[in-house]
């Protein structure tokens, strides 16, 4: 049987990226914007995009006056953490022993794995992020129970086993030889398949033995495909702690370079209390930063220094770090990275933030053929926001002067009520409830 194409017109304002932008310049370096134009899907992927009406054989939806943008990508959140938004009281090493580590050991539970990895998805989904890069537990069925519901709503999804061997409650405990095993045997299951790709997930340096990060590094040596994803330089205790844990190391994130972990695959949270040398090492590398805002601010970590990363070469991304972070809306934590900038004296533009959490990730990731902006072929993994909702926003976006001051108002004032309707490769899996299927 002949295949029919399945079809689908989006119209709106389409804002994407064809380069990057330039870090304290508002003028629209790299900016796409087609304000009230057509975007062809076919089969899940942009076919093109277009000012005119297509012709009868592409089905229409109208947005007029709605910004359509590729879907956000978080490049780091824990699935398990939901359960602990918004703990009071403590700092990241006392986070993680009252709040986190309670949490995470429940993950041991097939059932709860699947109702938690299944309430996560769906709340990124209802915040306009379709991939991210996610830490489920030190369980097995964790990782199962992600990919498994990843899959089920066809989202880009980068996961893999926590690897913890030491510091941590028994519950959370593995063994190096065991959660080789384990790694193995989820790569060999999941790597590849669809959209899910496995990443060697070290939790930090201080809950992994010397040996445990060597037999992480040799997978990545074994297969280059694979990503790496930890924690780095977040809070000076726990720089201190590193420090005295691994003493032949000149730096923390040199406990990593030396066990084979910096590479060009390799997601790195946080990277606050970092040096020239460092960041030159990151560079080099190819390795990337996932900054998180509102879990450095929440937690009270630290101020980060993304002009210093980005004089250096070293790739910066976002992402909500969830549930040290406050909120799973990369809107939030856009707004959240503009104001520790400006805390620091500098100032983000809308277009560095909004590039980073699209096309900057998915081209840091490998992925920018797959993701990350309007290109023809790549999935359309897209969302449909209002511009403003309710008098207040409505009136600052009216008096918006520039498409700079326009978007960043947006990004500042809008939230997921905004949001009203989220695709992954073309397929709708998130509606706002007063929005006909047909808007
Ligand atoms: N460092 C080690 N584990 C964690 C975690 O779960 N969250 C954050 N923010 N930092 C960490
Ligand atoms: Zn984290």
């Not at 359960?83 to 090493?93: C, K, P, Q, Y």
């Amino acid at each position: 049987m002949p295949h029919s194409p399945t079809r689908l017109a989006l119209f709106g304002d389409l804002l994407d990226f064809a380069g990057e932008p330039a870090l304290d310049d508002p003028s629209p370096h790299g900016v796409r914007y087609r304000a009230a134009h057509w975007l062809l899907i076919e089969d899940g992927r942009v076919a093109g995009v277009q000012a005119e009406a297509p012709d009868a054989s592409w089905p229409q939806q109208r947005h007029a006056g709605r910004l359509i943008l590729p879907g956000f990508i978080d490049t780091h959140v824990h699935s398990a953490q939901i359960d602990v938004l918004g703990a009071w009281g403590t700092a990241l090493l006392d986070w993680l022993e009252t709040h986190t580590f309670p949490a995470e050991a429940r993950m041991a539970d097939p059932a709860h794995a699947a109702m938690v990895s299944g309430l996560f998805l769906n709340g990124l989904l209802a915040t306009g992020t379709t991939a991210a890069m996610v830490f489920p537990t030190v369980h097995k069925g964790s990782v199962d129970a992600l990919f498994t519901a990843a899959e089920a709503r066809g989202m880009r999804v980068i996961a893999g086993k926590v690897l913890m061997d030491r510091h941590a409650p028994d519950a959370l405990r593995d063994d190096v030889a065991g959660a080789e095993r384990d790694c193995l045997d989820l790569i060999t299951r999941w790597h590849g398949r669809g959209r899910l790709a496995y990443a060697v997930t070290v939790r930090f340096a201080p809950t992994s033995t010397p040996q445990q990060l060597a037999m992480a590094g040799a997978l990545c040596a074994a297969d280059p495909t694979l990503y790496m994803q930890t924690h780095v330089a977040e809070n000076r205790d726990e720089v201190r702690w590193v420090r005295e844990l691994y003493p032949e190391a000149r730096s923390y994130l040199d406990v990593y370079a030396r066990a084979g972990l910096l590479h060009r695959r390799s997601v790195l949270a946080h990277g606050i209390w970092l040096d020239a040398d460092d960041r030159a090492a990151l560079a080099a590398s190819g390795a990337l930063i996932a900054h998180s805002p509102s879990s450095n601010l929440f937690l009270g970590s630290g101020l980060f220094d993304w002009r210093a990363l980005a004089a250096a070469g070293a790739a910066v991304t976002l992402a909500s770090d969830v549930g040290g972070g406050t909120s799973l809306s990369m809107q939030r934590t856009l707004a959240d990275a503009y104001k520790m900038q400006a805390l620091r004296g500098e100032r983000l533009t809308a277009w560095v933030a909004l590039h980073a959490a699209t096309r900057g990730a998915a081209r840091a990731l490998g992925l920018d053929a797959e993701i990350g902006s309007f290109d023809a072929g790549r999935l359309a993994d897209l969302c449909v926001w209002d511009w403003a909702r309710g008098t207040v926003a409505e009136r600052r976006h009216a008096l918006a002067a520039g498409l700079h001051e326009r978007v960043f108002a947006w990004l500042t004032l809008a939230d997921d009520r905004n949001l009203v309707s989220t695709r992954v490769a073309g397929v709708e899996r998130w509606r706002r409830a007063d929005t006909p299927a047909a808007a």
